[in-house]
């Protein structure tokens, strides 16, 4: 979940992140699905990946891609787990 520094950057945020996927044939992750919220947060982001490393680089990215730094002022990560999933 993401919350913004600054309201109205709410679909910028989910432009960019939208199908992002890992293009290192090391690493197995995209970004499933991100949309704007009302509330406390302004975005929520989903994402799969095969190991918990991989979920760093998504969060690594969005702390220190130069756009999405001056746009984000805090998130919080929630995590499930399904064996099954195979989205």
């Known amino acids: 979940m993401i919350r913004l520094k600054t309201i ?10 939208k199908g992002m996927k ?3 044939p090391e690493e197995d992750w995209k970004i499933t699905y991100a949309t704007p919220l009302y509330g406390g947060w302004d ?14 680089h998504i969060v690594s990215f969005c702390r220190f ?4 730094g001056s746009w ?8 499930g787990l ?3 999933y195979t989205g």
């Not at 975005?43 to 760093?56: G, H, N, P, T, Y």
């Open 43 to 56: 975005a929520i982001v989903e994402c799969s990946f095969r190991e918990l490393k991989d979920m760093d």
């Open 72 to 79: 984000i002022e805090e998130t919080t990560t929630l995590m």
């Open 8 to 17: 109205g950057r709410e679909w910028d945020l989910v432009e960019k992140l």
């Open 65 to 68: 891609d130069k756009e999405l």
């Open 22 to 24: 890992s293009t290192d």
């Open 82 to 84: 399904r064996n099954d």
